[in-house]
């Protein structure tokens, strides 16, 4: 099974991607790593990703994708994989057709926005020890103060409501496109994101399944 799987930030790919990968024993390939690890590797187009990357500049979408397919003939890759966090735009999408790499199904995995914020903004962090809070799911027991070592609970940069809303909003302009997209070719499939994470992979699972 060869899937995309879509989602704004904070819908809970992840979580989903890990299941899928286990439950259809398939790698999760996401575009951040596969350049780190064409760089890592010294390939020709990683030295070619990271002559952008090194300069901070974004890397080229013909050279992701030239990366990505040499990714995909490796042998983990035979029964299949799940693209996470690629392609994020309809250029990308069609790059990605032309450059024949077939898709079987693409899971959207949809969560309101409102959720989201309340999910990512409602995150906090030991500054010393690292431990994680939710404020509504998961709180300390005294409000600002770590359980585990007593330290400061802090809400971190990206997790201020107005960097997730930037995140959002870059989302619905040039990802949420592709739902459109792949509608027309058939093989979009939605899942509603529940209150709960075994439900949602439920749901998920029978997606990829049916």
């Known amino acids: 099974m060869r899937l995309i799987l879509l989602g704004a930030p904070g819908a809970g790919k992840g979580t989903q991607a890990e299941v899928i990968c286990n439950t259809l024993n398939i790698p999760a ?4 790593n596969i350049l780190r690890e064409a760089k890592a590797n010294k390939t020709p187009l ?54 024949g790499v077939e898709i079987d199904r693409v899971v959207d995995l949809e969560v309101p926005d409102e959720k989201i914020m309340a ?16 404020v509504l799911y998961k709180p300390t027991k005294v409000e600002g103060v770590c359980d585990r070592c007593g ?15 930037e995140r959002l909003e870059v989302y ?32 998920t699972l029978k997606a990829v399944e049916a």
């Open 29 to 32: 390939i996401s575009t951040g």
């Open 46 to 99: 990683g030295l070619e990703a990271a002559s952008y990357m090194d300069s901070g500049k974004l890397v080229p979408d013909e050279v992701v994708i030239n990366i990505l397919k040499e990714r995909l003939k490796e042998d983990d890759c035979k029964n299949g994989f799940i693209l996470d966090g690629f392609p994020r735009t309809v250029p990308q999408a069609e790059a990605l057709d032309q450059m």
């Open 151 to 165: 330290g400061k609970t802090v809400q971190r940069k990206d997790d201020a409501p107005e960097t997730i809303r």
């Open 172 to 203: 619905h302009a040039q990802t949420e496109p592709l739902k459109d997209y792949y509608k027309k070719t058939g093989k979009l499939v939605v899942v509603e994101g529940q209150e709960e994470v075994a439900d949602t992979t439920a749901l």
């Open 119 to 134: 999910r990512l903004s409602g995150r906090r962090v030991c500054e010393k020890c690292g431990s994680s809070y939710h």
